[in-house]
């Protein structure tokens, strides 16, 4: 059973960082492309930062230059490193695994088959 726990959401003031982790297990991490999410209040679900097997990464418009995603295949930990933070990046984050396989199209949701249950982040103004 795939299990998928984040970590390191919060509150923090615009202008401000916060580092998010999410832990693996029971899945052959290194063959998955991982993935983060976010979903705002009222808002669907969107891809922000994604990292293939093969280490390439996507980034959404909207966090380009000010997060970044890495991935540690002896961990089997991914992490989002968020800088600059905006009132406007305020969501539940999401990590999410993808198919096991080797793809490029990682920015699309359908090639994401499991989830965590979310930390909440909070930028205030």
């Known amino acids: 059973q795939v299990q998928l726990e984040e970590s390191g959401g919060g509150l923090v003031q615009a202008g401000g960082s916060l580092r998010l982790s999410c832990a693996a297990r029971?899945?052959?991490?290194?063959?998955?492309?991982m993935g983060w999410f976010r979903q705002g209040p009222g808002q669907e679900r969107e891809v922000i930062a994604a990292?293939?097997?093969?280490?390439?990464?996507y980034y959404a418009n909207s966090v380009k230059g000010r997060f970044t995603i890495s991935r540690d295949n002896a961990k089997n930990t991914v992490d989002l490193q968020m800088n600059s933070l905006k009132p406007e990046d305020t969501a539940v984050y999401y990590c999410?695994?993808?198919?096991?396989?080797?793809?490029?199209?990682?920015?699309?949701?359908?090639?994401?088959?499991?989830w965590g249950q979310g930390t909440q982040v909070t930028v205030s103004s």
């Open positions: 999410s695994a993808g198919a096991p396989g080797d793809y490029n199209d990682i920015h699309k949701k359908s090639r994401y088959t499991s």
């Open positions: 990292i293939a097997r093969s280490g390439g990464t």
């Open positions: 029971g899945l052959a991490f290194r063959v998955r492309a």
